[in-house]
Nanobody, 128 residues
Framework: QLQASGGGLVQAGGSLRLSCAAS????????MSWFRRATMKEREFVAA????????YYANSVKGRFTISRDNAKNTLILQMNNLTPEDTAVYYC???????????????????????WGQGTLVTVSS
């Protein structure tokens, strides 16, 4: 139901734009997010966006470089990644919660357990 795409190989300092297309279900009223998992590491939070799109949340490691947005008319989630570094190399996953039009306390946006639907991941590799 969630299909991430847009990953690839890019040099340090470059940019990539990830997309997450939703199908089979309308996610326009759901909180959505991006997580990533680097080799030999746990999956970690990257960014989240409220169902309305009015609130966004970022991991400190990507703040100022990544931008999360959503196009509810297209049922699509976007992650614009700029000034990439080798430390950004990972498989990136999009996710959505199950609730409709729910607002969480801030910590919940960062938590894997908040999200019920997960995409299959797209690989981002940043070379030095």
């Amino acid at each position: 139901q969630l299909q991430a795409s847009g990953g690839g190989l890019v040099q340090a300092g470059g940019s990539l734009r990830l997309s997450c297309a939703a199908s089979g279900r309308d996610f326009s009223s759901n909180v959505m997010s991006w997580f990533r998992r680097a080799t030999m590491k746990e999956r970690e939070f990257v960014a989240a966006i409220s169902w309305s799109g009015s609130m966004t949340y970022y991991a400190n490691s990507v703040k100022g470089r990544f931008t999360i947005s959503r196009d509810n008319a297209k049922n699509t989630l976007i992650l614009q990644m700029n000034n990439l570094t080798p430390e950004d190399t990972a498989v990136y996953y999009c996710a959505a919660d199950r609730s409709q039009r729910r607002t969480y306390t801030e910590n919940n946006y960062y938590t894997r357990g908040t999200y019920d639907f997960w995409g299959q991941g797209t690989l981002v590799t940043v070379s030095s």
